[in-house]
């Protein structure tokens, strides 16, 4: 099992964009033997301190091996809303880890 944690920052005025990939990314991610474990929007009032820029969403994703998640980038279905992703999304952090 690995675990995806991918922090996302949106272009301002691009929020519904971002959701529109959203809408058909995340049930891809079923497809390749992957779980959504949560999404998060945390309000300013969730933070007690950080020292990077605070995330417009916050994903845990888990799949079942490596080429599960590398098969999801890979999708063509979801490729061909790549540009919504690259319209309405400034940065990404991606976290890769396993569970211990």
Do not use: C
Request: no cysteine; proline share 4%.
């Amino acid at each position: 099992m690995i675990y995806i944690t991918q922090l996302i920052y949106v272009i301002p005025g691009q929020e519904d964009v971002f959701d529109t990939f959203e809408a058909i990314a995340i049930p891809i991610i079923a497809k390749y033997k992957g779980r959504l474990l949560f999404r998060v929007r945390p309000g300013n009032d969730a933070y007690i301190g950080h020292q990077v820029d605070k995330p417009y969403e916050i994903h845990l994703v888990e799949f079942d091996t490596q080429q599960d998640f590398d098969d999801f980038k890979l999708d063509e279905e979801r490729k061909k809303f790549l540009h919504l992703k690259e319209k309405s999304i400034k940065a990404s952090v991606l976290i890769q880890g396993i569970k211990l």
